[in-house]
């Protein structure tokens, strides 16, 4: 049973990707069914699917000119549509390329602040939520690359972002070594009460990494893993 539990992240991240490629698998659809029947029993948890930043501020913009806030939406995007198919209850902090700051803000850096405080709003505002705020990574030197997770010191987050760690790492990317690590200083995730995760999804900084997160192909298997490895643990906390 631990052996199984284990690998039904895996198998569902397969399963999802065999939907995907072929949208007529009716009987890829059937084995869904039965592998998510826990997680529909209970409909209270809603995941708060959140790509960060959007409109004026573009987040980190690669070499070749690809802004991280456009990926991050079409990975938030692919993501919010898989966990509904999966019969999960998902909201976005954003669902098109806009910062979500109150009217009064006008410079750039009172809109930055004013969008991240009305997220936390947003989130603390949701009962029973699971944040999962997506992001691309950044550095000055470009041969680091790689997914990493980072997660909220509140209860659950840390099982959560080793999960989706440990599905990054061995469906995505078997070179990738990281460690899913607890974070005080990323804004949102300090700020919130429920379980949350962040998922640096690869590196901008890094060209091969840069042209896999730019394709269709990639962003689904991104957004297959982060759903896999949500519906396994939620089918896991409503057996308890
Ligand atoms: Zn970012």
């Known amino acids: 049973m631990r052996l199984f539990r284990k690998m039904l992240p895996y198998y569902i991240v397969t399963v999802l990707l065999a939907v995907l490629v072929s949208a007529a698998a009716s009987q890829s659809v059937t084995a869904f069914s039965v592998l998510t029947a826990s997680a529909e029993r209970d409909p209270k948890p809603t995941v708060i699917v959140d790509p960060g930043h959007g409109g004026e501020d573009g987040g980190a913009v690669s070499p070749s000119g690809l802004r991280e806030s456009g990926l991050n939406l079409e990975i938030g995007l ?58 691309q990574n950044m550095f000055s030197e470009p041969k680091y690359r790689g997914a990493q997770l980072f997660y909220a010191r509140t209860a659950g987050s840390r099982e959560l972002a080793e999960r989706l760690q440990s ?48 394709t269709e192909a990639y962003q689904k298997k991104l957004a297959a893993a982060i759903s896999a490895a949500l519906t396994v643990q939620l089918a896991e906390r409503y057996s308890e």
Not at 188 to 198: A, E, F, N, Q, T
């Open 78 to 135: 692919r993501t919010r549509d898989l966990l509904r198919f999966l019969g999960l209850r998902v909201g976005m902090t954003r669902d098109r390329d806009v910062s979500i700051h109150s009217p009064e803000a006008k410079t750039i850096s009172e809109k930055k602040v004013s969008d991240l405080k009305n997220r936390v709003l947003l989130v603390n505002g949701t009962e029973d939520a699971i944040l999962v705020s997506i992001h």
């Open 167 to 214: 599905v990054f790492d061995t469906e995505l990317d078997p070179s990738n070594h990281r460690l899913a690590k607890e974070s005080e200083e990323i804004y949102l995730l300090s700020r919130i009460r429920c379980p949350g995760v962040l998922v640096e999804c690869g590196f901008l900084s890094n060209p091969e990494e840069e042209r896999l997160l730019r």
